[in-house]
């Protein structure tokens, strides 16, 4: 079976095919600057690149050139659209509605307009992605969503709840959410095959760490707790999202610098985390760069995010008890040797020792890098959660 799984932004719509039998990555695109200008991004499995600019004046456009490319007679990877059986798509907010990816009927497309007021950016631009292969592929193409919450839907109530009046959270479904869900199950599923047992049966803490971060504890193959809450801002320190701060902040900002709910927004999303520290850039990268040149500020920066993590590590072994293991992912999480050294240093008392020279020689594929002394296992495992998204889109639409 041949899956597209689609990742739709307000002005951009991401793709990627599969050939789920051969469990490989045809080609993949991106549709960017829709209803700006456009440009065409794509890349077949074979190395073939290509870039072109097309007028791209909404989803639906986007999505037909899309289709042109990947069925193309000369370096397309499929020869029409009905060798597509089944589409996948990223959603960014299920709220109370989703626990487990879905088939979209029109009840579907109803719950993830209903947590609109959750993700007024992300859940807009899905709908836009779903309505636009509901008008290009044929009707009878199954189309599957796949919420960035639904993992996190087996936290219990002491995990989810936020100490505000019941009837507030009531009318407005305010709780933790939790994020990056495709992610830590995929990680986390991934975890559990290097360990030799089955999901079910695992305690892990799964440290997503991008430029959005967030760290799950898995309990049993179940998520019980998640660093994000009912937004994406909530938890460690990110790129440009400041992670946690105190709850009086946002209104001193409005108080004192005379800003307005919108203002105040757009800082805490894009102005803060590593870049607002450093001064630098939200880019990890950059900051060592700064750091080891001597700017204290890029240091700290380092230092509040090793430090962030580090306590939540510590946070979520208190609350499962055990874990059979540690799981570094994502940008920072896959490439920082640094970053993982710092955060599990001095923490052997807790059963947690690092083989640094595995630490250091990681080279793209998952890997266990904990000593072999180490009570806890501790992995870096490439995330892939395109990959997460076509498996339940099979798996929902097998016989369909
Ligand atoms: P996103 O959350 O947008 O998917 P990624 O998971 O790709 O982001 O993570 C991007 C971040 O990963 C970059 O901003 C950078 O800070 C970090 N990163 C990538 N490669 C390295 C590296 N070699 N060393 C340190 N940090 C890195």
Redesign the pocket.
């Known amino acids: 079976m041949i899956i597209m799984v689609i990742n739709s932004g307000s002005s951009s719509l991401k793709y990627k095919l599969f050939d789920m039998r051969r469990k490989l990555a045809l080609a993949k695109g991106a549709c960017e600057r829709i209803g700006i200008d456009g440009v065409m991004k794509y890349q077949t499995h074979t190395g073939l690149k290509k870039e072109t600019q097309l007028p791209l004046p909404d989803h639906k456009a986007a999505l037909t050139a899309a289709i042109a490319q990947v069925t193309d007679s000369a370096y397309g990877v499929v020869r029409n659209i009905n060798e597509i059986g089944a589409i996948g798509h990223r959603v960014g907010h299920g709220g109370v509605y989703f626990s487990d990816s879905t088939l979209i009927d029109d009840a579907v497309i109803m719950g993830i307009r209903k947590c609109i007021p959750l993700a007024p950016l992300h859940n807009p631009a899905a709908l836009m992605g779903i309505e636009a292969c509901r008008a290009v592929f044929c009707a009878g193409t199954p189309q599957v969503a796949v919420c960035d919450t639904a993992f996190h839907q087996t936290l219990p109530p002491r995990a989810y709840t936020y100490s505000l009046p019941r009837a507030l959270c009531k009318k407005h479904g305010i709780r933790r959410y939790g994020f990056h869900g495709t992610s830590h199950k995929y990680v986390g599923q991934q975890a559990a095959r290097l360990l030799g047992k089955p999901f079910e049966e695992c305690n892990i803490i799964s440290c997503h760490l991008?430029?959005?971060s967030s760290i799950t504890a898995i309990e049993r193959g179940k998520s019980i707790d998640n660093t994000m809450g009912i937004t994406s801002l909530q938890g460690v320190v990110m790129?440009t999202r400041c992670g946690d701060i105190d709850p009086a902040l946002p209104t001193f900002l409005m108080r004192e610098e005379g800003m307005s709910a919108d203002e105040v927004d757009r800082v805490l999303y894009t102005e803060t985390g590593l870049l607002g520290l450093s001064g630098v850039s939200?880019?990890?990268?950059d900051i060592?760069i700064s750091a080891a040149q001597g700017d204290a500020d890029a240091q700290n920066a380092i230092d509040t995010l090793v430090y962030q993590v580090k306590k939540y590590i510590g946070a979520y072994l208190a609350v499962l008890g055990y874990a059979d293991a540690i799981v570094f992912t994502?940008?920072?999480g896959e490439?920082?040797a640094m970053i993982r050294l710092r955060t599990l240093g001095g923490l052997e008392r807790l059963g947690i020792l690092l083989d640094e020279e595995k630490n250091n020689a990681y080279a793209g594929q998952a890997a266990d890098i904990a000593a072999a002394a180490s009570a806890v296992r501790v992995y870096i495992i490439p995330t892939d959660e395109e990959w997460m998204i076509a498996c339940d889109t099979e798996r929902l639409t097998a016989g369909s």
């Open positions: 991008g430029n959005g790129g939200p880019d990890l990268r060592e994502a940008g920072i490439n920082s």
